[in-house]
């Protein structure tokens, strides 16, 4: 199999059809349900790349977000944002959280609004992925 992408997601919807995508592109997909399991994830298994939601139940996508790209072993994780949230309301959200703590947190790179077709997320990771 492919590089490893982790999924970071509490839909499971969402989780199989990104699963099902990355197993026909020939990449090895990881699953976690929230951003305190997928910390985990990313700490075990080193992925190549995280695809994650913002709003879940226990550890939202901005938290983990955030401490991927402040941790000096984590922030060169690619990260693509997958989620329902318009991308002003997450910068709006993480500016509330660079005000509060006083560091500078990087854009991610690429966003993606839900739904997707699934070639505009296998274009989205060949690209961070290049």
Known sequence: MGKKILVVDDDPDVRTFVVTVLEENQYTPLVA????EG???IQKHKPDL???DVLMPRGSGIRLYRQLKTDDDLKS???IMFTGIALRSFLKSQKVLEEFKGEKVPEP???LEKPVEPQELVDAI???LA
Do not use: Q
């Not at 349900?33 to 305190?36: A, I, P, R, S, T």
């Open 109 to 111: 790179d690429i966003y």
């Open 126 to 128: 060949r690209k961070k």
């Open 39 to 41: 910390l985990e994830m």
């Open 33 to 36: 349900c929230d951003g305190v």
């Open 77 to 79: 994780v690619p990260v």
């Open 50 to 52: 995280v695809i994650l």
